[in-house]
């Protein structure tokens, strides 16, 4: 348990270390995307603490959409079933897009967007995530921005959740065991 919350074996990510990173993948999109207006599409609802860091950090015009897909259905695990619940509004026909997600755990969500905006004519599509989980993927499937590479544990906090609660957390957080066992 850390000393500041019971409910968290450690605290890997404060608010500090999240904004560093975002201002970094802030100047990478920036440089990636001179000349250009890509469409940043954040996946709710995780990714949207992420997603304001991210935007405050990048200087280049940008267009937001959102899009809400289900792939835990209440659980602590993937059950590799996506659901569309929430589709854009925009059209990414001949568009550079770039998913704006909280994290990449099993890699089936990022597969699921990426299919689905290909198909919609996306020029290209890329991904800016908060947190990686390699061990974790079950796809080959690789994020093009990365803030952190995490171990394959249950983390909440910074938008992440657990039975939708802790999203308002100003850090992420491995999840005590205890909590969901």
Do not use: C
């Not at 500090?16 to 469409?39: C, L, M, S």
């Not at 937001?64 to 079933?81: L, P, Q, R, V």
């Not at 059209?91 to 905006?117: A, F, M, N, P, Q």
């Not at 080959?140 to 609660?165: C, H, K, M, P, S």
Request: charged share 30%; proline share 2%.
């Amino acid at each position: 348990m850390t000393d500041t919350d019971p409910r968290f074996s450690k605290i890997l990510h404060d608010h500090r270390e999240i904004e560093t990173a975002a201002k970094r993948i802030g100047a990478q999109i920036d440089r990636d995307y001179a000349g250009k207006t890509p469409i940043l599409v954040v996946v709710l609802k995780g990714a949207v603490m992420w997603a304001g860091d991210l935007f405050r950090n990048i200087s280049i015009d940008v267009e937001m959409d959102f899009i809400d897909i289900a792939s835990y259905h209440g659980g602590i695990a993937s059950s590799n079933e996506i659901t569309l619940r929430t589709d854009l509004t925009s059209d990414v026909k001949d568009r550079d897009v770039i998913i704006v997600e909280d994290i990449v755990d099993t890699g089936l969500s990022l597969r699921y967007l990426e299919s689905l905006l290909s198909r919609r004519g996306a020029r290209s599509v890329k991904t800016a995530t908060m947190l990686n989980k390699q061990k974790g993927h079950k796809v080959d499937i690789r994020a093009d921005y990365v803030g952190f590479e995490i171990d394959n544990e249950f983390v909440a906090g910074y938008g992440l959740d657990y039975q939708e609660i802790w999203r308002n957390l100003p850090f992420i957080g491995v999840v005590n065991p205890d909590i969901y066992s």
